[in-house]
């Protein structure tokens, strides 16, 4: 049901944007995002601090799942997963690929010159440098088709955008790393259906920090001639530099 999907919804949306500034000034945000150290890998963590403030926890979209569709799913399709199920899938995926630690000597291993443990595989990969395989990339792109009723779509009716998403990922899955890669995109990521005050979709937007700064594989722009000149598409890229571990587009 939705309150599983979004959240129970009991949080306010005075109290979701209050919590998320002081989440940000704390130094539990930051510190999560020490990659291969002992804490969980640091999306996992994030995603849960998110949760436990009450927002709409993080979710996501495989770029596979965007290739078997040929288009960008909506919100209400429930293709978008948990940034953990996102892992599990990877695992899943991996698990059973030939380990490639023994290729390395110690020093040139990840984790402090250790080599991975066993449950870190196929999610951290020595030739990756102790970078999760996992890759979590914010989508900021100005709507093709922008409306005020339900029929508005961020793509173009012959779906250049899901085709450019699957290109774009699909190089990084077939390089030497095989790496995943899940996209942050809003028509899917946040509820399109409810958009008022106290609403999962309004508090998704006041999320929207925390969102990006999650993702770390970076920000993929899918520009077109309005996208410079709108406001919000600006602010999505001040956010990410602002608050990205990785600001790089």
């Given at each position: 049901?939705?309150?599983?999907?979004?959240?129970?919804?009991?949080?306010?949306t005075?109290?979701?944007?209050?919590?998320?500034?002081?989440?940000?000034?704390?130094g539990?945000?930051s510190?999560?995002?020490?990659?291969?150290?002992s804490?969980?890998?640091?999306?996992?963590?994030?995603?849960?601090?998110?949760?436990?403030?009450?927002?709409?926890?993080?979710?996501?979209?495989?770029?596979?799942?965007i290739?078997r569709?040929?288009?960008?799913?909506r919100?209400n399709?429930?293709?978008a997963?948990?940034?953990?199920?996102?892992?599990?899938?990877?695992?899943?995926r991996?698990?059973?690929?030939?380990?490639?630690?023994?290729?390395?000597?110690p020093?040139?291993?990840?984790?402090?010159?250790?080599?991975?443990?066993?449950?870190?595989?196929?999610?951290?990969?020595?030739?990756?440098?102790?970078?999760?395989?996992?890759?979590?990339?914010?989508?900021?792109?100005?709507?093709a088709?922008?409306?005020?009723?339900?029929?508005?779509?961020?793509?173009?009716?012959?779906?250049?955008?899901?085709?450019?998403?699957?290109e774009?990922?699909?190089k990084?899955?077939?390089?030497?790393?095989?790496?995943?890669?899940?996209?942050?995109?809003?028509?899917?990521?946040?509820?399109?259906?409810?958009?008022?005050?106290?609403?999962?979709?309004?508090?998704?937007?006041y999320?929207?920090?925390l969102?990006?700064?999650?993702?770390?594989?970076?920000?993929?722009?899918?520009?077109?001639?309005?996208?410079?000149?709108?406001?919000?598409?600006?602010?999505?890229?001040?956010?990410f530099?602002?608050?990205?571990?990785?600001?790089?587009?």
């Amino acid at each position: 049901g939705l309150r599983e999907y979004w959240g129970d919804g009991s949080v306010t949306t005075d109290q979701i944007r209050e919590r998320v500034v002081e989440l940000l000034d704390t130094g539990s945000w930051s510190s999560s995002a020490k990659i291969g150290s002992s804490r969980d890998i640091d999306p996992i963590v994030r995603a849960e601090m998110i949760e436990n403030i009450g927002a709409p926890p993080m979710r996501v979209v495989s770029w596979r799942t965007i290739e078997r569709l040929g288009r960008i799913p909506r919100s209400n399709e429930g293709e978008a997963v948990t940034v953990p199920e996102a892992m599990h899938e990877t695992y899943e995926r991996y698990k059973d690929a030939p380990k490639p630690f023994d290729c390395y000597s110690p020093e040139q291993a990840p984790f402090g010159g250790a080599f991975p443990p066993e449950w870190s595989w196929p999610l951290f990969d020595s030739r990756t440098g102790g970078m999760p395989r996992v890759r979590f990339v914010m989508v900021s792109h100005r709507w093709a088709r922008p409306s005020t009723d339900n029929d508005a779509h961020p793509d173009f009716e012959d779906n250049r955008k899901a085709k450019q998403l699957v290109e774009y990922a699909k190089k990084w899955a077939e390089g030497i790393l095989q790496f995943e890669t899940y996209f942050w995109i809003d028509y899917s990521c946040i509820d399109q259906d409810e958009k008022g005050n106290n609403s999962h979709g309004l508090n998704g937007i006041y999320t929207l920090p925390l969102y990006i700064s999650t993702c770390t594989g970076g920000m993929v722009v899918l520009g077109s001639e309005e996208y410079e000149g709108r406001a919000w598409c600006r602010m999505e890229q001040l956010n990410f530099c602002s608050f990205g571990e990785m600001p790089f587009f």
